[in-house]
């Protein structure tokens, strides 16, 4: 089963549209602040969360409760307005800012980055993380997300003279490593 959490105007095929808001079409109506999720735990195959996370009250309590429900090695992607970017400032409902680093703390195999308490609560890989700009930006997507580390030196350096629209990453579940 794939979700859609968060759907909007994106209403997909083939997968399980869930938006808080009844006047929009979904196939579930729940609050995503409100937990638990109503699914069963080890249910989900894949996980669409695109533009909503920012407008959440907890992002890491619903990363918790998407590893809850997510089989074991299902895909979790999330696309949030990148942290310099205008998109990122001009809704007023966006509570929270997000960067290439961000989610680092929720996996457990990340071993150059602050290793929060989160990764007690979940364990995802990152699969993938891009930049993404407007299309007159393209050719500057590509080479900034050629890896990791040219990533960081963006993010370090120059994302406010250029700043990307959006980041989109891919996480893959894996089992909790309980210590």
């Not at 996370?53 to 949030?80: S, T, Y």
Request: with cysteine; aromatic share 14%.
């Amino acid at each position: 089963m794939k979700l859609n959490l968060g759907c909007g105007f994106n209403y997909r095929k083939d997968f399980v549209n869930c938006d808080l808001r009844q006047n929009l079409k979904a196939d579930k109506h729940f609050d995503l602040n409100t937990f638990p999720y109503p699914f069963k735990e080890n249910s989900i195959d894949f996980i669409l969360i695109s533009h909503v996370l920012e407008h959440l009250e907890d992002p890491i309590k619903v990363l918790k409760e998407c590893h809850r429900i997510l089989k074991l090695n299902g895909e979790l992607q999330v696309e949030v307005p990148y942290f310099a970017s205008e998109c990122a400032f001009a809704d007023i409902d966006h509570k929270h800012f997000f960067g290439i680093t961000t989610f680092n703390t929720i996996t457990q195999k990340e071993k150059n980055h602050f290793r929060g308490p989160f990764n007690s609560l979940m364990n995802f890989e990152i699969i993938n993380r891009r930049l993404i700009w407007r299309k007159f930006f393209k050719p500057l997507e590509n080479l900034i997300n050629i890896s990791y580390k040219t990533m960081r030196i963006y993010q370090e350096l120059f994302c406010w003279i250029l700043p990307a629209r959006a980041i989109k990453f891919n996480f893959i579940k894996k089992k909790l490593n309980q210590k």
